[in-house]
C-alpha cells in the first residue's frame, strides 16, 4: 500500500514543520529498526553515522528495550516495570525501513531518505514510540518551510506479511525478516 501524507499551509505567513508519520500498533510483538552500517574504525571511519536521540523518558535499561549489533527493538507491554510507562528514540535510518512482529505477521514501513535534508529532532527520519496502550512506528520527512499555499508530501510504502514464526534475537532477523526487505527494495518505482 502506498500512503501519501499531504501538508498545506492554509495560514498567511510562512510555516517550519516536517512531517510526522505514526502507524499505531496492539501491543504484543515487538518494533525493529535497523542501525546505520557499521564499520571497524580506520582512516574512512571516524565520523559518526547518525544519531540516536533521546527524551526525557528514554531509558535504556527498561527491559522493553534489546540494543543489538545490528538492530534496535521495542517491545512494548501492558503493564511496564521500568520507570516511565513511556519509552522512545529516534534515529537517521538509510536503509529507509522499519518493522513491526506480532504473532506470526511483520508489517514493514518504508520511507525514502531524502540525502541532504534536514530532519527533525536531531536529525532523526523514523522513530519509535510505547506506552501501555499502544506502539507507534514514525517516519518523518524533513524540515521544509512552507509559504501559504504550498503543500508538501510523505510518502510511505506499507507491506503485511504472514507467516513469518519466532523472532526474537539478531539471527533470527537476519534469516527471516531481511528476506521480506529484499522483497521491497525496489518500492520507490511502486
Not at 528514554?58 to 527493538?73: K, N, P, V, Y
Not at 522499519?98 to 534536514?118: E, I, S
Not at 521544509?144 to 510523505?154: K, R
Amino acid at each position: 500500500m502506498k500512503v501519501i501524507h499531504t501538508i498545506t499551509n492554509h495560514g498567511s505567513a510562512t510555516t517550519r514543520l516536517a512531517p510526522w508519520s505514526p502507524t499505531v500498533l496492539k501491543p504484543g510483538g515487538r518494533a525493529i529498526l535497523p542501525f546505520p552500517p557499521r564499520a571497524a574504525m580506520d582512516k574512512d571511519h571516524f565520523q559518526s553515522v547518525g544519531p540516536l536521540a533521546l527524551w526525557s523518558f528514554t531509558d535504556f535499561a527498561d527491559s522493553r528495550w534489546i540494543i543489538g549489533q545490528d538492530f534496535l527493538q521495542l517491545l512494548p507491554d501492558e503493564k511496564p516495570a521500568g520507570r516511565f510507562p513511556e519509552q522512545m528514540t529516534g534515529l537517521f535510518n538509510p536503509a529507509e525501513w522499519a518493522v513491526y512482529v506480532r504473532g506470526n505477521h511483520v508489517f514493514l514501513k518504508r520511507a525514502a531518505v531524502q540525502p541532504g535534508k534536514q530532519y527533525p529532532d536531531y536529525g532523526c527520519n523514523f522513530e519509535v514510540f510505547t506506552n501501555p496502550d499502544f506502539l507507534e512506528l514514525e517516519t518523518l520527512g524533513p524540515v521544509v518551510d512552507l509559504q501559504p499555499g504550498e503543500s508538501t508530501a510523505h510518502i510511505e510504502h506499507w507491506w503485511l506479511f504472514n507467516g513469518v514464526t519466532s523472532i526474537s534475537g539478531e539471527e533470527s532477523i537476519r534469516r527471516k525478516v531481511l528476506p521480506l526487505i529484499e522483497r521491497t527494495n525496489d518500492y520507490r518505482t511502486r
